[in-house]
């Protein structure tokens, strides 16, 4: 017989978290994003959402990614820009060259001739994902100063997948294989 599984109430849900005041005290994960001139702003809010899912240490805004506060941004990101660390830079160079200084491996996710397989790569930690916007992709700056690329493969008709889908799909394999490497 096939057991059913138990359901939690959002009520049951929320009762392991942390206030507010705590959460901003958490140790995060060695794990930054870098949005690359995103202009979709519901994209923007989404990604906010899952750096605070995955505990990032902090999401970078570059070139004419959409800032908070905004409607749109709110509502994919379920208030995550209210308590997520971010800063915004005009150049995405002023983002990326100070984490690559400092040991930080830049990693775009980006389809190209050069790219790998998401799937193939291992990280050394900490790391700083590059995605760019679904029309342009990561830019020629942003490719330049990247230590690797990866892409996930595409099998059907489209030769993407939305910008926060994919980046969720990346950050969850890079949590998953800095878990398996510590054990």
């Not at 702003?41 to 995955?54: E, K, L, P, Q, T």
């Not at 379920?78 to 308590?83: M, Q, S």
């Not at 200084?101 to 291992?122: F, H």
Request: with cysteine; glycine share 6%.
């Amino acid at each position: 017989m096939t057991e059913i599984p138990i359901q939690l109430s959002k009520g049951a849900l929320r009762e392991g978290r942390h206030d507010r005041h705590a959460f901003a005290d958490m140790p995060r994960n060695p794990v930054y994003i870098a949005m690359d001139s995103l202009t979709c702003s519901h994209n923007v809010g989404c990604i906010f959402r899952m750096a605070d899912a995955v505990l990032a240490k902090k999401l970078l805004l570059c070139g004419d990614t959409r800032l908070p506060p905004g409607k749109r941004i709110s509502k994919g990101s379920r208030g995550a820009e209210k308590w997520v660390p971010w800063e915004h830079h005009e150049q995405i160079a002023d983002a990326l060259i100070p984490l690559k200084e400092s040991g930080v491996q830049i990693i775009s996710l980006e389809l190209c001739d050069s790219s790998v397989d998401y799937a193939e790569m291992s990280y050394a930690s900490p790391v700083c994902f590059v995605v760019g916007a679904e029309h342009s992709g990561v830019s020629p700056e942003a490719l330049a100063l990247s230590d690797h690329t990866i892409h996930l493969p595409m099998l059907g008709m489209s030769n993407s997948l939305n910008v926060s889908t994919a980046t969720s799909v990346i950050l969850y394999d890079f949590l998953e294989k800095i878990e398996r490497s510590t054990r």
